[in-house]
């Protein structure tokens, strides 16, 4: 059984940074990739990060320049490092692991998904 449990979440203002955490448990059939999504309340689920077996990065086009993805293969932790937060990043951000085959942002790749973790950035 895989598990993601995210943590890092929380309040900030705008221009400030926060990294999101993403713990992962349990057996992953290789190849498989790993990623960050987010979802803000009446809009769609937004692809932000994702990283592929390979180590190859894909970012939101929102977000490039703000926001990195890194990986702990070791303790199979996934990272989410956000600086120069906005207000538009405001969302539920979510843990997926699947197998993405190069699309690391497409949501329907994934199979795995964390609870999510909550992040408010205020103006």
């Known amino acids: 059984q895989v598990q993601l449990v995210e943590s890092g979440g929380g309040s900030v203002q705008a221009g400030g940074s926060l990294r999101l955490s993403c713990a992962a448990s349990?057996?992953?059939?290789?190849?498989?990739?790993m990623g960050w999504f987010r979802q803000a309340p009446g809009k769609e689920r937004e692809g932000v990060a994702g990283i592929d077996i390979d180590g190859i990065i894909r970012l939101g086009d929102s977000v490039k320049g703000r926001f990195t993805i890194s990986k702990d293969y070791v303790n199979n932790i996934l990272y989410l490092q956000m600086n120069n937060l906005k207000p538009e990043d405001t969302a539920m951000y979510s843990c997926?692991?699947?197998?993405?085959?190069?699309?690391?942002?497409?949501?329907?790749?994934?199979?795995?998904w964390g609870q999510g973790t909550q992040v408010t950035v205020s103006s």
């Open positions: 997926a692991a699947g197998y993405c085959s190069k699309e690391q942002l497409a949501a329907e790749k994934y199979v795995y």
């Open positions: 349990g057996y992953f059939y290789k190849p498989y990739c």
